[in-house]
T-cell receptor, first 116, second 112 residues
Framework: GAGVSQSPSNKVTEKGKDVELRCDPI?????LYWYRQSLGQGLEFLIYFQGNSAPDKSGLPSDRFSAERTGGSVSTLTIQRTQQEDSAVYLC??????????????FGPGTRLTVT | QKEVEQNSGPLSVPEGAIASLNCTYSDRGSQSFFWYRQYSGKSPELIMS??SNGDKEDGRFTAQLNKASQYVSLLIRDSQPSDSATYLCAAPNAGNNRKLIWGLGTSLAVNP
């Protein structure tokens, strides 16, 4: 079946502009995660959505970052007033929710954001 | 601070050898563990998940879990140059079983 999709694959923007990154999870997956990965660095958790519960926003680096998930499916990550340090690959992942809380996450291809 | 730790490498092995990748974790409550492979410029790809003490085999890959020692490893038999990648270890935050704690990854180079 279809995997996680993300768009755009690449985004170049000027400092100070707003950007929106989109994630379409695997159908039926109730959990959706956003991560950030800077060049040569590990995965940095940003936010996750679980069903209809309030999202866990504990990883968002500043109030310039926000995300929403509409209808329990597609999610949009918005970065306002972008800064050069926001340049990174933004990864989305989704997972099922099992009785044992299994959390195998499946990643999309990512969006490479470059702020000039 | 709950952590997952891996040697950054690079780990270099000859083609056909066994590559052994190791991971330790601090949260004793973690119940499941995951190995991901990440090629340069690509997103992480799930290779193995393991939930019980002991070994789990899938093709050339074997995951080994020792909860008493808080240690999980990944063995790759008959290593191929195409296995050259960064391998990430992850474990759930025991206080929040839906959120993973990620290691920084071990870089593996398989030399022809």
């Amino acid at each position: 079946g279809a995997g996680v999709s993300q768009s755009p694959s690449n985004k170049v923007t000027e400092k100070g502009k707003d950007v929106e990154l989109r994630c379409d999870p695997i159908s039926g997956h109730t959990a959706l995660y956003w991560y950030r990965q800077s060049l040569g660095q590990g995965l940095e958790f940003l936010i996750y959505f679980q069903g209809n519960s309030a999202p866990d926003k504990s990883g968002l680096p500043s109030d310039r970052f926000s995300a929403e998930r509409t209808g329990g499916s597609v999610s949009t990550l918005t970065i306002q007033r972008t800064q050069q340090e926001d340049s990174a690959v933004y990864l989305c992942a989704s997972s099922l929710t099992g009785a044992k809380g299994l959390v195998e996450q499946y990643f999309g291809p990512g969006t490479r954001l470059t702020v000039t | 601070q709950k952590e997952v730790e891996q040697n950054s490498g690079p780990l270099s092995v000859p083609e056909g050898a066994i590559a052994s990748l190791n991971c330790t974790y601090s949260d004793r409550g973690s119940q499941s563990f995951f190995w991901y492979r990440q090629y340069s410029g690509k997103s992480p790809e799930l290779i193995m998940s393991i939930y019980s003490n002991g070994d789990k085999e899938d093709g050339r890959f074997t995951a080994q879990l020792n909860k008493a020692s808080q240690y999980v490893s990944l063995l790759i038999r008959d290593s191929q140059p195409s296995d050259s990648a960064t391998y990430l270890c992850a474990a759930p935050n025991a206080g929040n079983n839906r959120k993973l704690i990620w290691g920084l990854g071990t870089s593996l180079a398989v030399n022809p």
